[in-house]
């Protein structure tokens, strides 16, 4: 089982800067695919982002060249540099990730490993 933790959140003024953070730890073998997902008031989650173990990164159209994803594999750490923030932003950010772990003696493979989330808001 893999337990995501993130950080970083926090109330910002439009225009404003914030970095995420999502640390993975448990009986990690290795994991592949880590992303940024958010859920605004009264709307349904959304993918915000997605890097590959070998750091190819996606975007949604509405983050594009604002936000930018990274990961560091050494500390099965992923993180979510978000710069000129829009009050639109505004949601609970959740760190997914696609992991391998230990079960006994066997590999587990699952893509369902969620954190907590950290709130993101963006008002003046």
């Known amino acids: 089982q893999v337990q995501l933790v993130e950080s970083g959140g926090g109330l910002v003024q439009p225009g404003g800067s914030l970095r995420l953070s999502c640390l993975a730890s448990?009986?990690?073998?290795?994991?592949?695919?880590m992303g940024w997902h958010r859920r605004a008031p009264g709307k349904e989650r959304e993918l915000v982002a997605t890097?590959?173990?070998?750091?190819?990164?996606n975007y949604a159209d509405s983050v594009k060249g604002r936000f930018t994803i990274s990961r560091d594999n050494a500390k099965n750490t992923v993180y979510l540099q978000m710069n000129s923030l829009k009050p639109e932003d505004t949601a609970v950010y959740y760190c997914n990730a696609e992991a391998r772990t230990w079960r006994g003696f066997s590999i587990h493979y699952s893509k369902d490993n969620w954190g907590q989330g950290t709130q993101v808001t963006v008002s003046s």
């Open positions: 890097i590959t173990s070998d750091d190819n990164a």
């Open positions: 448990g009986n990690i073998v290795g994991i592949d695919a």
